[in-house]
């Protein structure tokens, strides 16, 4: 798809201009001290709750049952806000005018800093509550190790989260197991979609110098030391489930320049954007 151009970079010329006309300053934030890795972190943890948020809100009124339909529509409006605390904190970082709404509508594909896992196409329920699963397992023990972090913003961000994410993973957790441990075409498919989206696991654990940078600033954990509890979780789940584990198999994002956290992107997520973004692409500024 032909790509967007990216709207976000406020005109602080502009902005200087007319706050001396009015005989004031311009009102644009001073950026944290080494605000590019911290903003560059900010943005990944908040657009893994952005675009796997949006992916879930695309099951609204197509549920399985009502109460799946509404139980899979809270979770997403749970990290929808969960992103916005997130991206509100990134543009408050960077000190460049922008805001949460213009990190989320306003980016073009390549400045999406979400690993590919969470902006993998739903497909059938089965495979939205593997990927949904394998993440939850991921995100709470992040979350678990940013509350201590030395940043109290994110220390604040992640023990409100915290708590919802806890029972994202219960019940991700729970239908894994009675979808895998159930008739057997529910086992098959959760087999072929464990299958399917096990390989995309690896770059949510993988390490490069914004994750140290973070990590030696006391503000988050080395990814890679979650992995240990992650495992563990995992293997109790597809035990449970009957399900088997796919082993160490080949890791996409993990290696070279590529992932979603360095902005390597599947096809998939332009889709997602030129659907989630149009209103502001079509109409820069549109408020209601």
């Not at 032909?2 to 001396?20: E, I, K, V, W």
């Not at 979808?179 to 072929?192: F, P």
């Not at 597809?238 to 796919?246: G, K, Q, R, V």
Request: a negative charge.
């Amino acid at each position: 798809m032909p790509s967007l151009p990216d709207m976000t970079t406020p005109n602080l010329a502009a902005l200087a201009g007319d706050a001396t006309a009015q005989g004031g300053h311009p009102a644009v934030p001073a950026p944290d001290a080494g605000q590019p890795e911290f903003t560059e972190w900010l943005q990944r943890v908040g657009d893994n709750c952005l675009i796997l948020g949006h992916r879930l809100s695309e099951w609204c009124g197509h549920g399985p049952a009502l109460e799946e339909d509404i139980a899979i529509a809270n979770q997403s409006l749970d990290l929808i806000g969960q992103c916005q605390l997130w991206l509100g904190l990134a543009a408050e970082v960077e000190g460049r005018g922008r805001s949460a709404d213009d990190l989320a509508y306003l980016r073009d594909v390549l400045a999406f800093r979400n690993v590919v896992l969470v902006e993998r196409p739903n497909g059938d329920f089965g495979q939205t509550l593997m990927r949904q699963f394998l993440f939850d397992a991921f995100h709470l023990e992040l979350l678990r190790g940013l509350e201590s972090s030395t940043d109290a913003r994110v220390a604040d961000i992640a023990s409100k989260a915290v708590k919802e994410v806890a029972y994202h993973l219960e019940r991700s957790a729970d239908l894994v197991i009675r979808l895998g441990d159930g008739t057997a075409d529910s086992h098959a498919r959760m087999q072929k979609a464990l299958d399917l989206l096990f390989p995309y696991t690896g770059e949510m654990f993988a390490d490069d110098a914004t994750d140290r940078a973070m990590a030696n600033a006391g503000i988050a954990p080395l990814p890679s030391t979650l992995k240990p509890a992650w495992d563990a979780v995992v293997a109790e789940v597809l035990t449970a489930a009957s399900l088997t584990h796919p082993g160490e198999v080949w890791q996409h994002g993990t290696t070279g320049t590529g992932g979603g956290k360095r902005g390597i992107h599947s096809e998939h997520l332009g889709y997602l954007l030129a659907e989630m973004q149009f209103l502001q692409r079509a109409y820069p500024g549109a408020t209601w």
